[in-house]
């Protein structure tokens, strides 16, 4: 079945590092692809989105492309902040499978 | 828009008892659906409906019920609460569960059963 796997955290970095958060998936046909981000004590709210191979998806400084050849969806971000400090799920959706999620990564950034 | 709201925010419970968490949207959303987060695992999805009078299955469903008499509220019931159902518990609404939709999500109801 279709299934996402996520790097293992935590993740910890100084503020203005270069992050990547690697994402792979396993799916028949050609699923939708999300990044989700979970601050403290808050739900998940979308991040990115990519319907569609080689499409990149971006807000707030973090981008993601859809590689079907590689079946890889990596979350990046050039200079992180303390404020980006929270934990990020990669998740697929497909009409077979509807929405799966990564078990998620924690980020923490030092001032 | 007070978008997703979740009640309560907190709630511990014994063996046995019976609960349910109440989840309401006011964006007019079709699909609407509960999953529970636990440690290292995700979250994975219990109950789903597409609309007022559908309720389907997710991956975790055993244990719970849903019903949907309206497009705003979707709760869902313990029936006997068991400590294998202690975890973050978050509803969450879209316009369609068509790709690409954006799933909003509310605060969640973390729920601990002794």
């Known amino acids: 079945g279709n299934s996402v796997t996520q790097m293992e955290g935590p993740v910890t970095l100084s503020e203005e590092a270069f992050l990547t958060i690697n994402c792979t998936y396993t799916?028949?046909?050609?699923?939708?692809l999300f990044w989700y981000v979970q601050y403290p004590g808050e739900g998940l709210q979308l991040l990115l989105k990519?319907?569609?191979?080689?499409d990149k998806g971006s807000n707030k400084g973090f981008e993601a492309t859809y590689r079907k050849e590689t079946t890889s969806f990596h979350l990046e971000k050039g200079s992180v902040q303390v404020s980006d400090s929270a934990v990020y799920f990669c998740?697929?959706?497909?009409?077979?499978?509807?929405?799966?999620f990564g078990s998620g990564t924690r980020l923490s950034i030092r001032p | 828009n007070a978008g997703v709201t979740q009640t309560p925010k907190f709630q511990v419970l014994k063996t046995g008892q019976s609960m349910t968490l109440q989840c309401a949207q006011d964006?007019?959303?079709?699909?609407m659906s509960w999953y529970r987060q636990d440690p290292g695992m995700g979250l994975r999805l219990i109950h789903y409906?597409?609309?007022?009078?559908?309720?389907d299955q997710g991956e975790v469903p055993n244990g719970y019920n849903v019903s949907r008499s309206t497009t705003e509220d979707f709760p869902l019931r313990l029936l006997s609460a068991a400590p294998s159902q202690t975890s973050v518990y978050f509803c969450?609404?879209?316009?369609?569960?068509?790709?690409?939709?954006?799933?909003?999500f509310g605060p969640g109801t973390r729920l601990t059963v002794t």
């Open positions: 969450a609404s879209s316009y369609s569960k068509g790709a690409g939709l954006e799933q909003y």
């Open positions: 799916a028949t046909g050609y699923p939708s």
């Open positions: 990519a319907t569609k191979a080689d």
């Open positions: 998740a697929l959706y497909s009409s077979a499978s509807k929405i799966i």
């Open positions: 964006m007019n959303h079709e699909y």
């Open positions: 409906s597409v609309g007022a009078g559908i309720t």
